[in-house]
């Protein structure tokens, strides 16, 4: 008994895991094991010895089972001790550093001019970027032989084989908002459109995608000179710069008439982008008083109602403000460029924050 003692103590003791207890207690107390086949043998004892040895195993048994017990609580212990040690975290630890975004400056752009234009009680529409020909053309006095359509550098949508209607196009500009809102709302109005138009051209100042905000003001007695006055207010606030110098050019546009383009006087020396001083005059934007065919064309009586329209472009007024050189970067999705000329969160200029 004593070697039955010492074997299973030792046995238990060096245990290093509970399946190997388990069949340890299987050999020492199962129904087989060695344990309970001494005590079946006490049956076939004297009473003497019986009385000796009856007290003796049953002590055994018990000193087994509680060594199992033991060792089963200390491996417990000694897991639950490791997975803590592995599971460690130092929460005094500075957390990783995460990339922000930035505001692309067209967005930036484009939340200016709305704020600056809402302070002058214009409100925002909107309208498709696929057109018919009939919005991007024909309702702005743009029949199909006016040079104006070749001049555009339209990009055309696709036909089914054997469908002979004109195809839609991505729209050449911003001015179908024009007809679009008076359609749907009439005359009086004060709107500005900012979003996406498409030409095929690209050099240092053309992408094929771009960005136009469209201006139309309807009221009874709207003139030439409130369109100045807005142009200049807008410019004024836009750049922050009180010497803004705008030149009003005698132009043509199949919409308006009388038509205006306005040039700002800028600089580009030694690659920067500098304005209010300079020889250079770069063109912003195309404007007058909206024709009264286009009136017309959007169901507004042209005998009662009349206004301005205008039309600028934003990338070139990111580029001018922020002395950007390429437009084509604006586009390329270089996340340094990105970086270096982005906006926070937040990052509004302070002469008409609020
Ligand atoms: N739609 C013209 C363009 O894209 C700009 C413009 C708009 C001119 C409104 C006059 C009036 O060039």
Known sequence: ?????????????????????????????????????????????????????????????????????????????????????AEWLDVTLPSRPTRTGTIHPVSQVMDEITAIFADMGFSVAEGPQIETDWYNFDALNIPGHHPARAEMDTFYMARAEGDNRPPHVLRTHTSPVQIRHLEAHGAPCRIIAPDRVYRADYDQTHTPMFHQVEGLAIDKDISMANLKWVLEEFCRTFFEIDEIELRFRASHFPFTEP????????????????????????????????????????????????????????????????????????????????????????????????
């Open 1 to 85: 008994m004593e070697d039955l003692r010492a074997k299973y103590i030792d046995l238990i003791a060096g245990a290093s895991d509970e399946a190997t207890l388990e069949d340890l207690r299987v050999a020492a107390l199962g129904k087989k094991g060695e344990v309970s086949l001494q005590m079946r043998e006490l049956g076939k004892m004297s009473p003497e010895d019986r009385q000796v040895m009856g007290p003796k195993l049953n002590a055994l048994k018990d000193e087994i089972g509680s060594a199992i017990a033991a060792k089963k609580a200390a491996l417990e212990n000694a897991a639950l001790d490791a997975r803590l040690a």
């Open 259 to 354: 038509s205006a383009e306005v040039d700002i006087r800028c600089s580009w020396e030694g690659g920067t982008l500098k304005l209010g001083e300079g020889d250079s005059w770069m063109e912003i934007l195309g404007s007058g008083m909206v024709h009264p065919n286009v009136l017309r064309n959007a169901g507004v009586d042209p005998e009662v109602w009349q206004g301005f329209a205008f039309g600028i472009g934003i990338d070139r007024l990111a580029m001018l403000k922020y002395g950007i050189p390429d437009l084509r970067a604006f586009f390329d999705s270089d996340l340094r460029w990105l970086r270096h000329f982005g906006f926070g969160a937040g990052q509004v200029p302070t002469r008409y924050a609020g």
